[in-house]
């Protein structure tokens, strides 16, 4: 500890150096920070732990094929179901396809609703009046402050699976998971389109216990699975992960990045470190000379890359939660919105950054401090830089 | 003006070998890891961009995204080919296709699921489509439950090879062959005869109709048509602008392409500037020599900017050479992401174009331009007679 002044005044020396190295190590630390955030939000749970009971069900060959409404008759009839809804996938476009119109549109049974997503918290106005109104739509905070709306707004969708145009009443705003999204009565569509009414892509309930939600999923694969429409039933959680197995594989790719990007910090440290190992041949020489033993100074020129990544880590980190709130609207104004419910900062994903960087800054400065304190006192002194 | 010897630069960053080579590495890995990921861009964008034809028209609902959404019913079928300007075939029928296009969710072999888009096409669905072949096997005969799948789908998913046969609680298909789409969109697909699949899936009708048409004048006039004829209620879409508008697929991949690329090109630009201060520290004398030889500030602010960019210049090199090593061969084989667009799979190979190797170099010239220009100032105002007063 005695020695920290001292090496705190090899890295003053040269201001500009130390500098450069602590910005060319921060810079990398927020991008690892930002890609590790990414992984993990794509790995969290949307649900925050409450998704267990709840199970969706979608037809076996995939979500754009539909079931009638008899299976969800015979759903809601086995033991252990608590509710049962069509949860249909509206798709249509709001204004225009751009990235900026993007949002989720469910047609569901406002009856059951709150049953299923018994967490979800009304901000504004009352499920009441959301079925009260036929034509009432329930919609995520996110979107009422994405898009200025307000309580008693009309907003009107147009259809493309389900075609026509459909204008809506906003009478409830909800907080919780996925709030990119918007809610109405699948009798709408039922009423608008006669010869599809009671076809539904998907259809969502809860169990009463974990247990029951456990046992129900290979109960409703077996009961349908000779029917015209056999089905496939997954917990919330495995449907998220399934869609987000949709992308392809970005945790590798993204964990790749990652690797690569030490790897560079590690070449930039490195090389700042032994540049100026360099430098100071004579000098460590003269400290050998007056007692200054071989271990002590291999500690103080390796503390030196350490203190370099610590002072890096810790900006990138500051600049990092500085900048997170910025991130997070972008994400959720962004048409990914829905992953964003799980979007938090991660101390495990910091922590882990943090001492990457941190054993980066010592595996630098190894080769230059083992060389510089093998040298032979004598040849160190005669050389002439 | 006179100028200093380039040699004197180039011999320079031979002297400093280790430090010249880790630089160089440094700057050679940021180009390298901006490379790969801009050919995953590039890899995906081209499927769209090199899919569909122009004289092609793709009829959909109106309102629309994508086939997926759409729904065309049986008898809208007759109206639509009848309507003025589609090309007819060789024995007088209209060149035109009802297709059905459904996306099944199967297995990757690597673990995991993705939705494969299945398509059915009419009889003239492969004359609209000339750049496919057929690879291996054979066509798929109608109405036997007979499919032929894409090369590249083969690859990914389980039970898609010649001879094999994909289950899907009461359907099956067997696969009867592979064809080769060259990389456009028809690779991420399935393909079978349109009425055995519209059987299969109890359907009352197809997803869209695609039609050929003669000319321009007769496209416009057959989009024209459908626009026209408000019972209908369908739109008619060139097909390569249809595949043009789901590009934007791409756009988070080159997004953060260009995002982790220029954060780091920045941390590398610090790293080549440290290079560059430590490099003009060594040499203070040697610049004030030069200063009193006679050589201007700009001469000298020139030559250390050039030393810089040549540094770059070799890290740039090393990168494209990375770069194209790591997609030749680590990234080699077909990938897949999720076109949200038609929620179905969309398979691709990286692609490292020329222009990408160009963008490569440029992007590291830049980064040796600004590593080396403050240090090169700071050469240029070297006070000639301190500096030479100065001792080692």
């Known amino acids: 500890m005695k020695f920290l002044p001292l090496v705190l005044k090899n890295l003053l020396r040269k201001k500009t150096r130390s500098g450069l190295t602590i910005g060319s190590i921060l810079l990398p630390f927020f991008v690892i920070c930002l890609l590790g955030t990414f992984v993990a939000m794509l790995d969290a749970d949307p649900s925050m732990g409450k998704g267990m009971f709840r199970i969706a069900v979608r037809h076996k060959v995939s979500f754009a094929n539909v079931m009638p409404a008899s299976h969800l008759e015979k759903i809601r009839q086995l033991p252990g179901v608590k509710a049962a809804m069509p949860f249909n996938w509206f798709g249509g476009r709001y204004v225009d396809f751009s990235a900026f119109h993007v949002f989720q549109r469910f047609a569901v049974d406002p009856a059951v609703f709150f049953d299923i997503f018994d967490a979800s918290a009304i901000v504004q106005g009352s499920a009441e009046e959301w079925r009260a109104d036929r034509r009432g739509l329930l919609v995520g905070e996110i979107l009422m402050k994405k898009y200025g709306w307000t309580l008693g707004q009309k907003v009107t969708l147009k259809g493309d699976i389900w075609p026509g145009v459909y204008t809506f009443t906003i009478r409830a705003v909800y907080r919780g998971q ?207 830089a | ?216 004048a007769a496209r416009d006039q057959f989009v024209a048509g459908l626009a026209g004829d408000a019972r209908l209620a369908l739109e008619g879409k060139v097909e390569r602008k249809y595949y043009d508008d789901q590009t934007s697929t791409a756009a988070p991949i080159k997004f953060l392409g260009f995002f982790v690329g220029i954060v780091m090109a920045i941390g590398a630009c610090f790293g080549a500037m440290n290079t560059m201060y430590a490099a003009v520290s060594a040499r203070t004398r040697e610049i004030a020599t030069l200063r009193a030889l006679g050589f201007s500030r700009l001469a000298v602010l020139a030559s250390f900017v050039f030393e810089s960019l040549c540094l770059a210049l070799l890290g740039g090199i090393v990168g494209c050479f990375l770069g194209l090593l790591a997609v030749k061969l680590a990234l080699s084989g077909v990938t897949g992401t999720t076109n949200f667009a038609t929620f179905s799979e969309v398979v691709f190979a990286f692609r490292l174009t020329p222009q990408l190797l160009g963008t490569g170099i440029v992007f590291s010239l830049v980064m040796g331009f600004f590593g080396g220009l403050f240090p090169a100032a700071r050469a240029a105002f070297t006070k000639i007679t301190s500096a030479l007063r100065q001792v080692g």
Request: charged share 20%; aromatic share 8%.
């Open chain 1, 178 to 384: 996925s709030e990119a999204s918007v809610f109405f009565d699948q009798k709408v569509i039922d009423e608008a389109l006669p010869a599809r009414a009671g076809l539904y892509t998907m259809i969502w309930l809860k169990g009463v216990d974990a247990a029951a939600a456990h046992d129900l999923i290979p109960r409703i694969n077996a009961l349908f699975e000779n029917s015209t429409w056999p089905v496939r039933a997954e917990t919330e959680k495995e449907f998220q992960n399934n869609y987000v197995a949709l992308l392809g594989n970005v945790k590798l790719f993204f964990r790749s990045l990652t690797a690569v990007i030490a790897a560079v910090v590690l070449l930039i440290a490195a090389n700042t470190m032994a540049m100026s190992a360099r430098e100071r041949v004579t000098e460590i020489a003269v400290l050998r000379a007056i007692g200054f033993s071989r271990r002590l100074l291999f500690g103080l020129l390796l503390s030196e890359s350490a203190l370099l990544a610590v002072f890096g880590a810790t900006l990138g980190l500051a600049a990092f939660v500085a900048l997170f709130p910025r991130l997070r609207a972008f994400v959720l104004y962004s048409p990914v919105a829905g992953l964003a419910a799980g979007l938090r900062l991660y101390p495990d994903v910091l922590a882990g950054a943090f001492l990457v960087t941190i054993l980066v800054g010592v595996l630098a400065g190894l080769v230059p401090a083992i060389r510089s304190v093998q040298r032979p006192i004598a040849t160190g002194l005669r050389l002439v």
């Open chain 2, 1 to 216: 003006m006179l100028g200093i010897p380039l040699k004197y630069n180039i011999r320079n960053l031979f002297v400093r070998k280790v430090t010249t080579s880790l630089t160089v590495l440094g700057i050679g890995l940021v180009v390298a890891v901006f490379l790969c990921v801009m050919a995953l861009g590039e890899g995906l964008t081209r499927v769209f961009t090199a899919s569909g034809s122009d004289s092609n028209v793709l009829v959909l609902r109106q309102n629309s995204q994508s086939e997926l959404q759409s729904g065309i019913s049986r008898d809208q079928v007759p109206l639509i080919l009848t309507l003025p300007g589609i090309a007819p075939d060789a024995d007088g029928k209209p060149l035109a296709s009802a297709e059905l296009v459904v996306v099944l969710n199967l297995e990757k072999l690597g673990g995991g699921s993705s939705n494969v888009t299945i398509r059915g096409i009419g009889e003239k669905g492969m004359k609209l489509r000339p750049g496919l072949t057929l690879v291996e096997g054979r066509w798929f005969a109608p109405g036997k439950s007979e499919v032929v799948v894409s090369k590249s789908v083969s690859k990914r998913f389980k039970d898609c090879t010649t001879g094999q046969t994909i289950h899907f609680g009461a359907y099956r298909w067997t696969v009867v062959g592979l064809f080769d789409a060259g990389g456009t969109a028809p690779d991420s697909e399935i393909w079978t005869d349109v009425e055995g699949m519209v059987t299969d899936f109890k359907r009352g009708g197809y997803s869209s109709v695609l039609a050929r048409t003669s000319g321009r």
